[in-house]
Nanobody, 123 residues
């Protein structure tokens, strides 16, 4: 299994900055990507950003956060950060960490989720 522990979150003013982090632990054969999703009240969970855990470290962002959010990963461990800048009211949501992993050579890739951390945007 892959366990994901999220840290950070909280209250941020519009236009402000906030960072959340996620630490992956457990045992896996391959860890392909880690990502952030978010879910606002009454809305479906949506993708925010993804980073490859393979050598290339490629990133992918939702259009709504491009140029404002940055996802990064510590080089030698499985901790991923989401730096949120110029935060807008519509960024308020529960942010979930996601990992795409293969637990063994003989199993398929699976998605794992953290418990979520609340980001509130208010002045």
């Amino acid at each position: 299994q892959v366990q994901l522990a999220e840290f950070g979150g909280g209250l941020v003013q519009p236009g402000g900055s906030l960072s959340v982090s996620c630490a992956a632990s457990g045992n896996w054969y391959r860890l392909y990507t880690m990502a952030w999703y978010r879910q606002a009240p009454g809305k479906e969970r949506e993708h925010v950003a993804t980073i490859s855990c393979e050598n290339d470290g490629a990133t992918l962002y939702a259009d709504s956060v491009k140029g404002r959010f940055g996802i990064s990963k510590e080089k030698n461990n499985n901790v991923v950060y989401l730096q949120m800048n110029n935060v807008k009211p519509e960024d308020a949501a529960v942010y979930y960490c996601n990992a795409d992993a293969q637990l063994s050579y003989w199993t398929s890739r699976e998605a794992f989720w953290g418990q979520g951390t609340q980001v509130t945007v208010s002045s």
